[in-house]
């Protein structure tokens, strides 16, 4: 929000760790770095589509990014976003999750709730993931299969109450099926 055509954006990897409940470290700076490098290099192709029957589309990276480093560690990330993503962001057109709605997500087993939601509303339908691959997916450090299933149904539960979902189901072989509520 605020961003201006083009305009640089800069992170603090120690500012930002911590805003989202990690610690600041070698390992969590890398895996910070590798989800910005993913973000950059992965092809999108979004549609908006328009109240008139027209549609907006975007195909390309959402990012591009630089950064500065020690030792091969970023002091600071620098990203920018191509002018043609911009055109995404204009008053015509409205993104489905809103700001108020993530910030509502608060208690235990709220920052993998926030992460289950932007994955939520980032697709017409959530589309169904085993539980290894959403846990891989948002950076979780929990070994164990069980442990993070617990944390899984208790950020489900707050979505649920947040009213983001409808309803979730974990199938005996993993299988997270997730069905959206209208926005």
Not at 111 to 117: D, E, G, N
Request: charged share 30%.
């Amino acid at each position: 929000r605020g961003c201006k055509p083009n305009e640089e954006i800069r992170i603090n990897p120690r500012d930002f760790l911590l805003s989202i409940g990690r610690q600041d470290g070698m390992e969590n700076r890398k895996w910070l770095w590798n989800a910005v490098r993913k973000m950059a290099k992965t092809l999108l192709e979004i549609t908006i589509s328009l109240p008139d029957d027209r549609r907006i589309k975007f195909v390309g990276s959402l990012l591009a990014i630089a950064s500065e480093e020690t030792n091969g560690i970023p002091d600071e990330i620098r990203m920018r976003l191509p002018l043609d993503a911009l055109r995404l962001y204009n008053t015509d057109s409205k993104t489905l999750l809103s700001m108020r709605r993530r910030l509502s997500l608060k208690g235990p087993g709220s920052q993998l709730a926030k992460s289950l939601q932007s994955k939520i509303y980032s697709h017409k339908a959530p589309f169904p993931m085993k539980i290894e691959t959403i846990r891989e997916q948002c950076g979780s450090k929990t070994a164990r299969t069980l442990d993070f299933k617990k944390k899984l149904i208790l950020a489900l539960e707050l979505l649920m109450k947040n009213n983001d979902i409808k309803s979730y189901s974990i199938s005996k072989d993993g299988l997270v099926e997730i069905q959206r509520k209208e926005s």
